[in-house]
Nanobody, 123 residues
Framework: VHLVESGGGSVQPGGSLRLSCAAPGLYLDHYGIGWIRQVPGKEREGVSC????????YYSDAVKGRFTISRDNDRRTVYLQMNALKPDDTAVYYC?????????????????RGQGTQVTVST
C-alpha cells in the first residue's frame, strides 16, 4: 500500500495545520487509515483512526477535541485537521494502513505507512 503524506510545517502554539494522506491507485475505501506520530527517542504514538466509511473514528486522549480525522474516498485522501496545536504535538506524522477492511492496530503493527511529514510547533 503506497501512502503519501503532505501538509506538515512549522506553526506557533495555538495554530492549525491540515495533513493529507493520498493513496494513488488504491481502493482507499477498503482500508481503515490511521495517523501515528513519532519523536526521536520516543515510542511511536497512535493519534487517530478512521474506518473505511468514515463512520467510526478514534482519537488519543492527547489530541481529542483538537484534531479531526476525515476521508474523501472519491479523492482517495484522508485528512487530519489539527487545531490548537501545542509544542508537544511536534513530531513526524505518518499515515498508515493495515489489512483491508480491518481497524487500526497498535502503532507499531501497521503493515504500511507513508514517508512522514514533519510538524513543528514552537514560538
Amino acid at each position: 500500500v503506497h501512502l503519501v503524506e503532505s501538509g506538515g510545517g512549522s506553526v506557533q502554539p495555538g495554530g492549525s495545520l491540515r495533513l493529507s494522506c493520498a493513496a494513488p491507485g488504491l481502493y482507499l475505501d477498503h482500508y481503515g487509515i490511521g495517523w501515528i506520530r513519532q519523536v526521536p527517542g520516543k515510542e511511536r504514538e497512535g493519534v487517530s483512526c478512521i474506518s473505511t466509511t468514515g463512520e467510526i473514528t478514534y482519537y488519543s486522549d492527547a489530541v481529542k477535541g483538537r484534531f479531526t480525522i476525515s476521508r474523501d474516498n472519491d479523492r482517495r485522501t484522508v485528512y487530519l485537521q489539527m487545531n490548537a496545536l501545542k509544542p508537544d504535538d511536534t513530531a513526524v506524522y505518518y499515515c498508515a494502513a493495515n489489512d483491508p477492511f480491518s481497524w487500526c492496530p497498535s502503532p507499531k503493527d501497521f503493515n504500511s505507512r507513508g514517508q512522514g511529514t514533519q510538524v513543528t510547533v514552537s514560538t
